[in-house]
């Protein structure tokens, strides 16, 4: 049974502190969740613990017992989800039985998974391609998603997976990504924003990229426009954009 939610303010928790562990079972993606470093924020021993994998309109969600008495479902397999691409999971912590059942009182949102046998750097990526049916659009940015998505067409030939890998892709869609995304995190982002959210990760990514001065104030409008457009051209230089379409160019030739 899905549940809602009383939304009211609530405690937020470090997606630092909740750990995803994909696996492939006979054709079925299942996961694990670590949520033992729960136990240290400050919630209700008794509050119960939910688990949600989504992506776009697809939801799963599963209870996981409470704060002092985890208990994992027997059955975590995502069957809604063929592929695992662009799922995220969202950790929810709400008031058990009584006049304020299911009353929100934390929660962790955008967290990504790691599979089985890959190493887990602790670093989450800012972005991943997302498999959508878009007619005759090779991509499109859901900049309304949190947080933002980048799909791209489910029936690109050979496969989506092979068309979001190529050079070209690469080189002349995920500068426009940055470009994009970074002007909507900083449409109400302080220096100050502390929320380990995915405005707080564009905009590190931006400053640790060659070149970039201090973030200008939020009422310079086109000092923050120049500022994204030098991230952009910081990042198309790092990654040799144009030397990359250049070769793959030449590979085609040539083959």
Do not use: C
């Amino acid at each position: 049974m899905k549940r809602t939610f009383n939304y009211t303010a609530r405690q937020e928790i470090k997606r630092r502190d909740v750990s995803i562990l994909l696996r492939e079972e006979r054709g079925t993606w299942v996961f694990d969740a670590d949520l033992q470093r729960l136990t240290a924020y400050k919630l209700p021993r008794n509050a119960e613990i939910w688990v949600e994998a989504h992506r776009q309109n697809l939801w799963m969600q599963f209870a996981w017992g409470t704060i002092a008495a985890q208990r994992p479902p027997a059955d975590r397999r995502l069957a809604d989800f063929e592929v695992p691409d662009g799922i995220l999971f969202r950790v929810r912590v709400v008031l058990p039985q009584g006049p304020e059942h299911h009353k929100l009182v934390a929660e962790a949102d955008g967290i990504h998974f790691v599979k089985a046998g890959e190493a887990d750097d602790h670093r989450r990526p800012l972005i991943v391609p997302e498999p959508e049916d878009l007619d005759q659009l090779l991509w499109k940015l859901d900049l309304e998603s949190d947080p933002p998505r980048l799909l791209v067409n489910k029936d690109a030939q050979p496969t989506w997976k092979e068309l979001a890998r190529s050079p070209h892709f690469i080189a002349l869609v995920y500068p426009e990504v940055l470009r994009r995304v970074l002007s909507k995190a900083l449409e109400d982002y302080a220096e100050d924003d502390e929320d380990d959210g995915w405005k707080t990760d564009w905009v590190k990514f931006a400053r640790n990229l060659a070149g970039l001065g201090a973030l200008p104030h939020p009422d310079d409008t086109d000092a923050r426009e120049a500022w994204v457009e030098s991230a952009v051209v910081a990042f198309a230089r790092r990654h040799q954009m144009r030397n990359m379409v250049e070769i793959a160019l030449g590979e085609e030739t040539n083959s």
